[in-house]
């Protein structure tokens, strides 16, 4: 079983920039606390990595998913 990185976004796999993730000792809040988050990517997550990991910025807009969908 791998372990979940929480500092990377279970979807694209790249820097979710998750400031809760950054350090351990955190009390600033995450940039995605004040952002609509796309439930379609939330949808995406897998059930492993539910509310153990964030998704970068891109992802929790829909960039990933309407890229994909445009070039297809």
Known sequence: MQSTRTDLCPLCGNANQCDL?????SSAPCWCFSTPISKE???RVPTDQVD???LCPRCAAGIEASEAAAQS
């Open 41 to 43: 990517a939330l949808a």
């Open 21 to 25: 993730a950054a350090t351990a000792d």
């Open 52 to 54: 153990k990991t964030c």
